[in-house]
């Protein structure tokens, strides 16, 4: 065209046209970009025409010595709105220079090739609009692929995604949105947003939905929603605006996930927690949770036995409860063999563990127990210390008294009718232990004939509650085939029904008391040594009114040692005026009834009392030929206390074993059940279990376990393994079953305690989905960013290749297309299209679940960072320096690594756009040690302020405000490198702003499969 008819020409573009692919242009006039290669000569006529700011028909330009008209032809789109304007220039100067001896001819001659050439120049313009407009619709055609493209992008999306106009009205809704809750689209399309919503949330929409245009986006708004068929779901919404070039709303992009799962797994858990807290609390054993330095955590048992008020009050003295610790015979110390006491502990599971500590001067004694938490950052453990300081006492003096003397012991189950002879009763009659069984026929067999009856009768009195104990003197036969002379003595316990079931005594051997007696009947001297020197407390009484009174004639030192008196005091006194409690004692009627009678009694173990005396005695009164009457007796007191303590330790020990919150068995080597406390019967729904085995109680498929572990405990001599069981209602049960070998004078017995872990161990699983729920929320929360970050990355690239497709369109149709110049363009749209691939890739890449751990060099991580957040940075005038070895390598999940650098680096940038920092600045430092790589992320930013420095990695913590921040970022970045890289995330503030440092192995211990 240049050639034949002097045109050149320029193409403009409305601006707002193929708005996606736009890219800012200064070059622009009346609203049209122009979209032209720019020669030497049109680059003037451009600055003609932007100075008259206009695009029309017939102007003319001068441009140096040269003058142009214009011809304006505009181009419309679908709409039949202008888009396109093409504007030629016909270079007129010749048309000026003629003679004038030719104008009537030139004039002719114009005319007609005026006429030639309009006609020409009409047809070459028609021929050039309708190749435009082929071009035209080929662009227009792209953009609907396009638009198509995106359309099957947001359907298949794996998120429900909806669109909402300024008024709140769905105007698109993909295919997740509709299966959520179960509507079809010609059902939701053009209805208002809080239609669908629960009506306790309709208003919380309009106030939102006002916040949110105005704010421009949102993160975890939650909504109650109404499905089709009528059943309500927890929702969490995250969404942007999206505006025109004159910030203009034009629609909402958002999308939700459905947390109606989540949400009631976070009742449950605070339900658990406070199910937890309150046995914590009402523990009556001092229970901690400590690492064994520092106590985290105390229940009142501990507070009230150290006589604080609280927890606080305790750390102000004292780091560690050990500091309280005495080391005494088997109670722990601080340390035991350059070993932490707290660990000494959890390594002997299997055995006992006491620790000695004092309250008010009393030493107490404790059972310690400590269970190691197995998800805690803190490395605490549950530590239980049960005082057992009154059982330790009743014990020693158990083995005091006992073994202190030459009473035999005997037990008798009133219920299965078991009875226990000690060795030494078994002694008693000249038989080892294993000589005799443990029958009441042995004992039916050894007694006198004649004294048979007599002990009968007084032990079933007892039994059926008339006497408040038993006592019985008779004789048994002697291994050699003499008689023993016994003093019997007992109680009966009984149930709270009154029902007998249990009978405890002893065994005195009296034989040389009574043979003492007799002798002393024919030898009255030698009596009388015995008397003096006898254990046994003796006072010798005489009267002189024929038993009405009775004076106190002798008596011997153990008189004095019992009674803390001295006989040159008493002696001649009457009775009553020494023992003032005597007659209410009883022992003044007996005293008168022997002297009657001339018939020795015993009088059981009773308890006197006076103004000055007091103590349990045994009296033993006989009559002496001259009259007088012996009272000979023994201070029971520390017996009869030993016995009350006994009975009370062994009350407790029964209530124990019966209230444990754990099942307790007993079996016998062929796995028959000799014993079972109530927690077991109750969970087995039998009233007796004794007898029973296995197969009595468990279906077919269980009974082999149960038989393997008690086998495996006879050979191992413990053994502990976890049990899952279905209840009656089919829900799952987990139980700690923990089993031992019992040896009990050569009967060999197998142990087995089950604790019922279900809420423990669902709690643990709880804890973990919730885990794993908050890194998918976190990523997710993440996705409304990206996404803008690729659609803000491929806008540039987009328009390039558009503007390179056009270029090659206008050349073909110019016929100025030259194979230099369509190479060059075809390797910059190729260019370009790698750039969109690499944006997807990047983005695709931070998404992908990652299984197991690579070797990886750190900077490459951060480059894949930056190939998503860099951008972002650029935009905010953010200058990034990253201070990395380039060839250090680690081992760990690098996916994860990538996210916490994201996450760190993202919120550092959002402090300083927040605090319009001039010159923003975030730089990386790296060092290292034998065991770790670090990593410090610090910003210009002014730091983390105090008052935040404690909670900035809490969950849901954020100071953005709802509207900008989850407050998940930080506290999933800690969890990341905590539970899954095994290293450590921490904060501080430096000169400049805050320092996040990231500490991690160089390789993952049992690094593998996650």
């Known amino acids: 065209m240049r050639e034949v008819n002097n045109f050149c020409g320029m193409i403009f573009l409305k601006e707002d046209f193929l708005e996606p692919f736009y890219r800012p242009n200064d070059r622009v006039i009346d609203g049209y970009a122009v979209q032209s290669k720019l020669t030497s000569e049109l680059e003037k006529i451009y600055t003609e025409l932007h100075v008259l700011g206009k695009l029309e028909n017939s102007m003319k330009i001068s441009?140096?010595?040269?003058?142009?008209?214009?011809?304006?032809?505009?181009?419309?789109?679908?709409?039949?709105n202008p888009k396109v304007r093409i504007l030629f220039f016909q270079n007129i100067t010749e048309f000026g220079i003629v003679r004038d001896y030719f104008i009537f001819g030139l004039f002719l001659i114009v005319g007609i090739l005026l006429l030639i050439i309009i006609w020409f120049v009409h047809r070459r313009i028609g021929l050039y609009q309708n190749n435009v407009m082929d071009s035209y619709q080929a662009q227009v055609e792209k953009l609907y692929e396009s638009e198509h493209r995106f359309q099957i992008l947001y359907e298949k999306a794996p998120e429900a995604y909806q669109s909402l106009d300024i008024d709140g009205n769905l105007i698109i809704v993909n295919a997740k949105w509709l299966e959520e809750l179960g509507y079809s689209k010609s059902e939701v399309i053009g209805k208002n947003f809080s239609e669908f919503l629960a009506p306790a949330f309709k208003s919380l929409f309009k106030e939102n939905f006002t916040k949110f245009k105005s704010a421009g986006g949102i993160t975890g708004i939650e909504f109650d929603m109404v499905k089709k068929d009528g059943e309500i779901i927890t929702t969490s919404y995250n969404g942007k605006i999206v505006r025109d070039d004159d910030e203009n709303f034009v629609q909402t992009h958002c999308i939700f996930i459905n947390i109606t799962q989540s949400k009631k797994v976070q009742l449950k858990q605070k339900f658990n927690e406070k199910y937890l807290q309150a046995i914590f609390d009402v523990t009556p054993s001092i229970m901690i949770a400590t690492n064994g330095e520092h106590i985290d955590?105390?229940?009142?048992?501990?507070?009230?036995?150290?006589?604080?008020?609280?927890?606080?009050?305790?750390?102000?003295?004292?780091?560690?409860?050990?500091?309280?610790?005495?080391?005494?015979?088997?109670?722990?110390?601080?340390?035991?063999?350059g070993i932490d006491w707290l660990e000494y502990v959890l390594s002997r599971k299997d055995e006992l563990t006491y620790a000695c500590m004092n309250r008010d001067g009393v030493r107490h004694h404790f059972v310690i127990q400590a269970e190691k938490l197995e998800i805690d950052e803190k490395n605490r453990s549950i530590v239980i210390f049960s005082d057992i300081t009154e059982a330790e006492y009743i014990k020693e003096r158990l083995e005091i008294a006992v073994n202190g003397t030459n009473d035999g012991l005997w037990d008798w189950n009133l219920v299965t009718g078991e009875i226990y002879f000690s060795p030494k009763w078994k002694r008693q009659l000249g038989y080892e232990d294993d000589e005799l069984e443990n029958t009441l026929e042995t004992w039916a067999e050894h007694v006198h004939p004649d004294d048979k009856e007599n002990a009968e009768r007084d032990y079933t009195a007892n039994m059926e509650g008339k006497t408040e104990f038993y006592q019985n003197i008779h004789r048994l036969r002697h291994k050699d085939g003499s008689w023993v002379w016994i003093l019997d003595r007992g109680k009966t316990t009984f149930d709270d029904n009154a029902k007998a079931i249990r009978m405890v005594g002893f065994h005195t051997d009296i034989t040389k008391q009574k043979e003492?007696?007799?002798?002393?009947?024919?030898?009255e001297k030698v009596y009388l040594d015995f008397f003096e020197n006898t254990k046994s407390a003796n006072i010798i009484y005489s009267t002189d009114d024929e038993g009405e009174t009775f004076i106190i004639k002798s008596l011997n030192h153990s008189v004095e040692e019992v009674e803390g008196v001295n006989r040159e005091n008493i002696i001649g006194k009457q009775v009553n005026d020494v023992f003032e409690g005597i007659d209410k004692f009883g022992l003044l009627d007996i005293f008168k009834e022997v002297y009657k009678s001339g018939k020795p009694q015993q009088m059981p173990i009773t308890f006197y009392e006076d103004k000055k005396l007091l103590g349990w005695r045994e009296n033993y009164v006989f009559k002496l030929s001259n009259g007088d009457i012996v009272a000979s007796y023994e201070d029971r007191t520390q017996e009869k206390k030993l016995e009350n303590e006994l009975r009370i330790s062994q009350h407790q020990f029964e209530q124990f074993m019966e209230y444990i919150p754990a099942n307790i068995m007993i079996k016998d080597k062929n796995h028959h059940i000799v014993y079972a406390n109530k927690r077991a019967k109750d969970f087995f729904k039998q009233e007796s279990m004794v007898g029973k085995s296995s197969v009595d109680l468990l279906p077919e498929h269980l009974v082999k376990t149960i038989n393997k572990i008690d086998d495996l405990i006879l050979k191992e001599d413990t053994h502990e393994e976890l049990l899952e069981l279905l209840d009656e209602n089919g829900e799952k049960l987990v139980y700690r079953n923990l089993g031992f070998k019992i040896v009990d004078e050569g009967e060999v017995k197998i142990g087995v305690v089950s604790i019922d872990i279900t809420g423990e161990y669902k709690l643990k699983k709880d804890l973990y989905e919730q885990e794993e729920l908050m890194i998918a929320q976190s990523r997710h929360a993440a996705m409304g960013e990206m996404i803008s970050m690729i659609a803000h990355q491929w806008r540039q690239p987009i328009s390039v290749i558009a503007m390179d497709a056009n270029n090659i369109l206008a050349d073909i149709e110019l016929e100025m297309l030259e194979e230099k110049s369509l190479k060059g363009t075809s390797e910059d749209i190729i260019k370009q299209t790698q750039e969109l691939s690499k944006t997807i890739d990047d983005f695709r890449n931070f998404f992908r679940p990652e299984k197991e751990v690579q070797e990886v060099f750190v900077k490459e991580v951060f480059n894949d960072a930056l190939a998503v957040i860099g951008k972002s940075l650029d935009n905010n005038q953010i200058e990034f320096s990253l201070d990395v070895d380039e060839n250090k390598k680690i081992t760990t999940y690098t996916r994860e690594l990538m996210q916490v650098f994201i996450n760190i680096i993202k919120n550092a940038k959002e402090v300083l756009i927040e605090k319009k920092i001039e010159a923003k600045k975030i730089t990386v430092y790296s060092s290292e040690d034998k065991e770790n790589y670090t990593l410090r992320i610090c910003d210009n930013a002014g730091g983390v302020p105090k008052e935040n420095m404690e909670k900035i990695f809490n969950p849901y913590f954020t100071t953005k405000g709802e509207k900008n921040g989850t407050g998940l970022g930080l506290y999933m970045s800690q969890t990341i490198v905590q539970k899954h890289l095994q290293g450590s995330l921490s904060v501080e503030n430096d000169d400049e702003g805050a320092c996040f440092e990231i500490k991690i192995p160089h390789i993952i211990e049992g690094g593998g499969k996650k």
């Open 63 to 80: 441009v140096g010595d040269k003058i142009y008209m214009t011809h304006n032809y505009t181009l419309n789109d679908y709409k039949n």
């Open 297 to 337: 955590k105390a229940n009142q048992a501990m507070l009230e036995f150290f006589d604080y008020e609280t927890l606080e009050d305790f750390e102000n003295k004292h780091d560690c409860i050990c500091d309280f610790f005495i080391g005494d015979r088997d109670c722990i110390t601080s340390e035991i063999n």
């Open 516 to 523: 003492l007696e007799f002798q002393l009947i024919v030898n």
